[in-house]
């Protein structure tokens, strides 16, 4: 899928739009931006930057090299040979009609044209003869996969394939609707928060932690229906129903009503904002969101669940590959900020991490892969010795190599080499496993198809020196 | 704290007192269950039993030493000692007066005594005599920290001091207002659901996914205000407003109406529900609930954010502590669902990180702790070698030993013992570290103090034998 990446168009940057660029960008895609902002450009590769941070430290595989960032003139040069466009200019309709007129008339026929708006249908984006479906997305756009599509079947389809193949999850949304799904879910919860602040039962700080430090670790991982089937028990979401039904007559919001939208209201809220956040420059609180989703994200990974799977999945796509001096390449990824140490570099951990992940690797190039040991059989390691030779950092590039020192019987007994992206060598993991049947808990000789393999990466491995293995902790020259 | 666990009661069953119950006694406190339903004492245990295998693995120290419960024959001998009572009975304004009633009089005056109630405010609760404050907790209780707050000023500051050192965060509400702050924003979020699934424009399953991919990856790390502070970007708070203040008076939600709770919306939503999660049990549906918030809450325990700093708030006053055959122990934790791999016990990698947080552990007795680190001197490791003698488990208690083998010069060498819970000798860690001037990257000599311990320990642990210590990969017995 990644071979042939679609060449994209984005109309109008700020964050929204720079967000897709590096969505796109960062999953190989060729981009040509056109904003008039002369602003655009740094704006843009701002949040380029950020996504660069973040992005790749998802997946414990390398994203594809990064395409092409074009800055164009015009809207017509942009747009020209787009397999995919995406608009993000500023909420207002007569503006929208303007672009999506000129984007439908000069992109290819066969291009597919998004809008970013989060309030429009597109009844009204199309009312003037365009031909642009709603793909509204999340900000960060490059880390949070939700993208809600709405319009004509066929294009919605083939826009899902298309954001799919860029680690997102389209949400097909069933009937045009002002907002469609996830904006009429903030209002709501905007408008009663207005009013908490307004009535002084809250400051935005206090509804900030109520919301994170209770239903909001439930919103990262299952939505309210789901939630709340659990809070039902055994008994179910109709027993649920039945208790909290009654609470619809009750006045448990204030959404009856709509607070008046003054300059009062926006001091308030603009005021205790400051007193909150103020200490921190908005550069410092994306650093600190995307930190943070990085983390949720891979933490979702692990336990196979909501927008965790759809990392695993998008991750499943993505491949490593490759040799170096003659071995083969295990290992390839981007070292996530959660890997840093009090040290300030990549704790000790998780260079046994990337060796393991390595060991990973070669036991899929010699048939050992998931099949494999969902029959039955699998390497279970006996001893492990890292050599630390260089300091890793945050966002470095980490790679390894594999040699196979010995493969006989039930033995396979392996030397990674850990490169850093600037080609040093940042240490050495010498492993010894022995090959188990995962039933009974014993160790066996491996089925013939992984013998055979091991038996050739033996071979071609045998000449290649391993300075290094065979060391005791501590040993110097002549120790021995 | 934890020296004087509070003696708790528990008023009511079910899976929010179950929850109080579990979080209480998982941190040391004994607690005394009253609740005439027959099923309590079986309901309360499963309950107790996802916490016992949840909340001790957010942590990377071991929680206090569990307390005893008890299951009382009668609400007046619950409360008789206790130093707080918290009462989980159904809504029900009647049988809340009738209970705070008879708590008010059986329990100690100086005892706290707060409700789990969703709906009611103090004034109501009290109206007949009580001296109940709120404490409304959010369900998982044993893993969410939020607890509303609400009522007298002074018992409010008491339940605080007492809820913190169990590692919750309470949120004292500024006034008494119907459904206190969290519940008003999740009722106006369920009447919103509700019209987008009886109006057919998404499915239960559709609106969880809208959630989940979205923005409820944001609310699980910053709240609604600081999320919508970095989307006004550098122009501010005020800026964001401006552009979506406006929004306020159109339709985007279906506030303004609420929809006729009956039969047809009751089996429309439980048969979606039914489709979107009926295949996994309630069970399964809290365990992968479960596990989702441990990885949540310790990615946010790395980043230091949100609920993640209350996470490691409550780990800084626990303590490992103790001896094992003369060695000091140095770490000490339960084994998160995190930890196990494709095999089905814990992956290798995580032997290694025991090994290094019994590094730290070591270094924290020798006096390199965090404050000798902030000064910039520190300890880098060189070599790790880890030796796998036993398979470990999610859920496993894991516990390590420190040897010194010496500690001369710029050199610590180390050797860790893991034990699983049952006393097996799981793994050995031996490691090399070189003291380091972290600013010039430079190893050099420790101070004086570290110095000095390091020559004590040295000494201590010169006699004892180190099986397993100086070895190379695969060596066996004449190798050498």
């Known amino acids: 899928m990644m071979a042939k990446a679609p060449r994209v168009a984005i109309i109008g940057g700020g964050v929204i739009g720079g967000g897709w660029a590096a969505r796109f960008l960062l999953n190989g895609s060729d981009v040509a931006v056109f904003d008039p902002d002369p602003e655009a450009k740094r704006k843009i590769n701002e949040v380029i930057a950020n996504a660069r941070r973040a992005l790749p430290a998802i997946y414990d595989k390398p994203l594809p090299a990064e395409g092409k960032l074009t800055f164009c003139d015009s809207l017509e040069e942009a747009v020209s040979d787009a397999d995919y466009v995406q608009e993000s200019v500023p909420e207002r309709l007569d503006l929208k009609h303007k672009i999506h007129a000129a984007i439908s008339e000069a992109a290819p026929a066969e291009a597919v044209i998004g809008s970013s ?3 429009f249908k597109p009844s009204e984006l199309n009312e003037k003869g365009a031909r642009a479906l709603v793909a509204h997305p999340f900000n960060p756009v490059y880390l949070l996969p939700l993208v ?3 319009g004509d079947a066929d294009a919605c389809a083939k826009a899902a394939d298309l954001l799919r193949a860029v680690g997102m999850y389209p949400l097909t949304v069933k009937k045009e609707i002002d907002a469609h799904i996830a904006d009429r879910l903030l209002e709501a919860i905007w408008r009663e928060s207005l009013w908490l602040v307004k009535d002084g039962v809250a400051s935005t700080e206090d509804i900030d932690e109520a919301i994170r430090m209770g239903f909001g670790l439930r919103f990262a991982q299952m939505g309210l229906f789901e939630t709340y089937r659990i809070a039902g028990g055994e008994a179910g979401m109709k027993h649920f129903m039945a208790q909290f039904g009654p609470a619809l007559s009750w006045p448990w919001t204030k959404l009856m009503d ?18 909150q956040s103020g200490a921190h420059s908005i550069r410092e609180l994306e650093r600190m969101r ?3 989703l990085v983390g ?17 999945n998008h991750e499943a796509g993505l491949a490593v590959s490759g040799e170096k001096e003659g071995l083969p390449v295990t290992l390839d990824r981007q070292v996530p900020p959660s890997w840093t140490d009090y040290n300030g ?3 000790e951990t998780f260079y046994l991490e990337a060796g393991s992940k390595a060991t ?8 050992a892969d998931s099949a494999y040991i969902a029959g039955g059989l699998s390497y279970f390691t006996v001893e492990s010795h890292v050599c630390y030779l260089d300091e890793v950092h945050e966002g470095d590039r980490l790679s390894a190599t594999s040699q196979l020192l010995s493969g006989k019987g039930k033995k396979m007994h392996l030397f990674h080499r850990l490169y850093r992206g600037d080609g040093t060598l940042a240490a050495t993991v010498e492993t010894l496993l022995l090959h188990m049947d ?7 000789p491996p089925e013939g198809e992984v013998a055979r393999k091991l038996a050739d990466f033996e071979a071609a491995h045998a000449g290649h020196p391993a300075d290094g293995a065979g060391r005791f902790v501590g040993e110097r020259p002549g120790d021995r």
């Open 258 to 275: 709509v607070p008046e939208f003054n300059d009062e209201l926006v001091d308030l809220i603009a005021g205790q904002s400051d007193d």
């Open 345 to 347: 570099h990549m704790n």
């Open 360 to 367: 990973d690797g070669f036991m899929e190039l010699i048939g």
């Open 148 to 150: 809600e599509l709405v």
């Open 290 to 292: 995307d930190d943070n």
């Open 296 to 312: 949720i994200l891979r933490a979702l990974k692990v336990s196979d669940s909501g927008a965790g799977r759809v990392v695993a």
């Open 117 to 119: 708006t989060s309030g």
């Open 438 to 444: 995962l039933k009974a808990r014993r160790s066996c």
